[in-house]
C-alpha cells in the first residue's frame, strides 16, 4: 500500500480524507529518505499482484516495467515459501490483538514478507500493525516515518511535490559503494 499512498501506482477511486493525506505524505517521506539514503528496495512480487489488480490490462505492461526500473521484484520461490510457511506457523504467537482474523490476508502477508526475506531484506516497512507483527518474527519492521530527524522543512516540501527518484536496483546480493567508500548489501522491503 506504501506505493499505492504514495502515488506511485494507481489506486481504486475512492473518497479522500485526512487520514489518506497523511499517509501519502508519510509514504513519500519514506520513499525519499530510502532514495537519500541509496538503499535497494524490494519489491515481493506477490505484492506486485496486488498492485496491478485496478491496473487496466493495456497499461500493465508498462507498469511491470516501470516497477522493475525503480526495484528488485523478488520472486515467490522456494526459500521464500519455506519462510512464508515458517512465519504462518509462528502467527499464533503473536499477540491477540496482531493476529489476523482472515486467512487470506495472514496467507498473502506472510509471503509477501517470505519473497522480502529470501531476497536479502532485513527491514519491512508497512503501516499496518498486524503486517509489521508477522514481519518481525524474521526481521525488523518499522511503520512509515512521521518526520525527518535530519531536515525539519522535509515534509513541507514533499507536500509541495518535491519527491526525488528511487536509485536504480542493484542485482541482490551485490555490494554497493558509498560516498565514503564503504560498502553494504541491499537490505529495505
Known sequence: MI??????????????????DELRLRSRLLIYQLAAKQDIV?????????????????QKGLLIASLQERFIC???DLPAA????????RHNQLPADLRYESRHVLKADAMIVGCAKAAGATDFYSHDKKCRALANLVMRA???PTHDPTDMF??????????????????PGKRRRNKDGSSETPRDA
Not at 504514495?6 to 487520514?19: D, F, L, N, Q, R
Not at 522535509?154 to 542485482?171: F, S
Request: glycine share 4%; no cysteine.
Open 3 to 20: 506505493l499505492v499512498y504514495a502515488g506511485i501506482v494507481p489506486s481504486k477511486p475512492g473518497a479522500a480524507s485526512a487520514e489518506l
Open 42 to 58: 524490494f519489491l515481493p512480487t506477490i505484492a506486485v499482484a496486488e498492485l496491478l489488480v485496478p491496473v487496466p490490462l493495456v
Open 74 to 76: 523478488s520472486p515467490f
Open 82 to 89: 519455506a519462510i512464508a510457511s515458517d512465519i504462518w506457523s
Open 142 to 144: 518499522h511503520d512509515l
Open 154 to 171: 522535509l515534509l513541507n516540501e514533499i507536500k509541495h511535490g518535491d519527491m526525488p527518484a528511487l536509485p536504480a536496483p542493484t542485482k
